[in-house]
């Protein structure tokens, strides 16, 4: 037997976009994701407050079954 | 690394029997924590696991699904409560800390996920028959 662990980490933003006449979802969006950057470039460093998250849409681990010690 | 216990490993073999408490509970709980402690297979200290270190966030009752015939998955997610650096993650059967007939089927240390409040990881936690 072997196990995988596998994470997916997600943040979610409240913003609000003005729509304007011939807006799409998609400009929509586009613009709310300028507005989040924009307010990430200009904000104070903060050591609890992590901007960035790395890529952890991978699986971290994929070993063979363990064994210790104990369980020979 | 992530390892089964072998509290896990009894789990397993009592469930396939039918043998009571263990084989009552669906192993279908994640719990998430913060402590440094290398995996180790033994978790028999009670109310909390051994070497594992659960965030305050508490356990969240996850999916089961056969995604293949040979592959046991469970899906949770987990939302942060306050500022964390998520090290671990444990797959168990009761929602309570030392709950009864509480097992830790699996274990698993990773380098610190840093999340901010309201945050979320969905931890995919497959056990494979092979």
């Known amino acids: ?72 | 690394m992530a390892i089964i216990t072998n509290e896990g490993k009894a789990w397993d073999v009592q469930k396939l029997q039918n043998v009571a408490p263990n084989s009552n509970a669906l192993m279908n709980v994640i719990t998430w924590g913060t402590g440094s402690q290398a995996e180790a297979t033994v978790q028999t200290a009670s109310p909390a696991f051994g070497s594992f270190t659960e965030s305050a966030e508490g356990r969240v009752t996850a999916t089961l699904s056969i995604p293949a015939s040979q592959t046991d998955r469970c899906v949770g997610t987990i939302t942060a409560t306050a500022a964390r650096n998520i090290t671990q993650v444990a797959r168990t059967n009761t929602t309570t800390v030392g709950g009864a007939g509480q097992v830790m089927l699996f274990y698993a240390l990773f380098t610190a996920i840093p999340l901010q409040t309201g945050d979320q990881i969905t931890f995919t936690l497959d056990q494979l028959v092979t």
């Open chain 1, 1 to 72: 037997m072997a196990v995988e662990v596998s994470v997916r980490v997600t943040r979610t933003w409240d913003v609000k976009v003005e729509a304007e006449y011939g807006d799409t979802d998609e400009t929509l969006c586009a613009r709310a994701i300028e507005l989040v950057e924009s307010r990430e470039e200009n904000s104070e460093p903060d050591a609890q407050d992590v901007r960035v998250l790395p890529d952890y849409s991978k699986i971290i681990d994929q070993s063979e079954f363990y064994e210790s010690e104990e369980d020979k």
